[in-house]
């Protein structure tokens, strides 16, 4: 059964980082791109980072370039979304999600509609 587990959600002071963990079972990553996405009260989901099921290929939006950075473990199935200098705005419930891809591709899947399978969320407060 394909599964993605989030973790590493917590409260912190603007300014400060954390280190986001999205465990997949079920699958393995070379198939799958994978996503983070995050959503705040009353607002859409909305796209952070991606990163090919080839591992080469990253794309970020615009509001966290140069503070958020994805990476994996492909012998831990994980993917890792470290995100530093953070802000009030970054407030919201983090997702990661599997976008299945030929194997090894370079393609980052940027719309939500792209993505097969989804976690359940971490949430992450950015706050004094």
């Known amino acids: 059964q394909l599964q993605l587990v989030e973790s590493g959600g917590d409260l912190v002071q603007p300014g400060g980082s954390l280190r986001l963990s999205c465990a997949a079972s079920?699958?393995?990553?070379?198939?799958?791109?994978i996503g983070w996405f995050r959503q705040a009260p009353g607002k859409e989901r909305e796209g952070v980072s991606c990163?090919?099921?080839?591992?080469?290929?990253?794309n970020s939006a615009d509001s966290v370039k140069g503070r958020f950075d994805i990476s994996r473990d492909k012998a831990k199935n994980t993917v890792y979304l470290q995100m530093n200098s953070l802000k009030p705005e970054d407030t919201a419930v983090y997702y990661c999600?599997?976008?299945?891809?030929?194997?090894?591709?370079?393609?980052?899947?940027?719309?939500?509609?792209?993505?097969?399978?989804w976690g359940q969320g971490t949430q992450v407060t950015v706050s004094s």
């Open positions: 079920g699958f393995t990553l070379g198939y799958y791109a």
């Open positions: 990163i090919s099921s080839s591992g080469t290929n990253t």
């Open positions: 999600a599997a976008h299945r891809t030929s194997y090894s591709s370079s393609y980052c899947a940027g719309k939500l509609s792209e993505y097969d399978y």
